[in-house]
């Protein structure tokens, strides 16, 4: 945002930088660099897990299949399968379901009945496997990201915002699904 206040300070027109100028167009082009900056952030987010984890020892994972053995693995407490589907923000709970098969397959979880639930638990060998991602990511993105300058402080708020935007986002939604 600084960039752009000097950029009319200094006279000159900065455009936004989006991906579809006709939805910029409207009422907050801000709003459409936000997507724009999301949509590079997802993509290099997926692919930053699937080779973190590829190093880490196991290939052929996908992005959400990452994504739930770290969730099943959270304070190393069973997961039932409407937690993961709630945590992770899941609409369509087959794909959930399909990504647990695949890393029950591949030895990293197990699930048991209780009752009418099933609950998720990571293995001794996805457990690892999460400590080997986890120095990767230490080692290679925490590291860069810290001599980036950016602080805590402002990675926090960074994630607020997206948290806060994820809501409206929602909202927005609903609604479009009632018109």
């Known amino acids: 945002m600084a960039k752009h206040d000097a950029a009319r300070n200094k006279g000159t027109t900065q455009r936004p930088i989006v991906s579809s100028a006709h939805l910029a167009a409207g009422g907050s082009p801000a709003l ?37 053995l770290h969730t099943v693995r959270h304070r190393d407490r069973p997961k039932s399968m409407a937690d993961i589907a709630l945590v992770l923000d899941i609409e369509e709970t087959h794909l959930a379901t399909y990504a647990v098969r695949k890393l029950t397959g ?16 990571a293995t001794e060998d996805g457990i690892a496997l999460c400590d080997r991602y986890a120095a990767l990511r230490e080692k290679l993105l925490v590291s860069a990201v810290g001599a980036s300058g950016a602080t805590e402080e402002q ?12 809501g409206f ?7 479009a699904a009632t018109l």
């Open 155 to 166: 990675l926090s708020t960074a994630a607020a915002l997206l948290r806060t935007l994820s």
């Open 169 to 175: 986002y929602h909202q927005a939604a609903r609604s």
């Open 106 to 121: 591949a030895g990293l979880v197990t699930t048991v009945r209780q009752g009418k639930e099933k609950l998720v638990t």
């Open 32 to 68: 459409s660099e936000v997507e724009f900056s999301l949509t590079l952030a997802v993509t290099a987010y997926h692919r930053w897990m699937v080779h973190c984890m590829t190093a880490s020892g196991m290939s052929q994972l996908s992005p959400l299949e990452v994504l739930i």
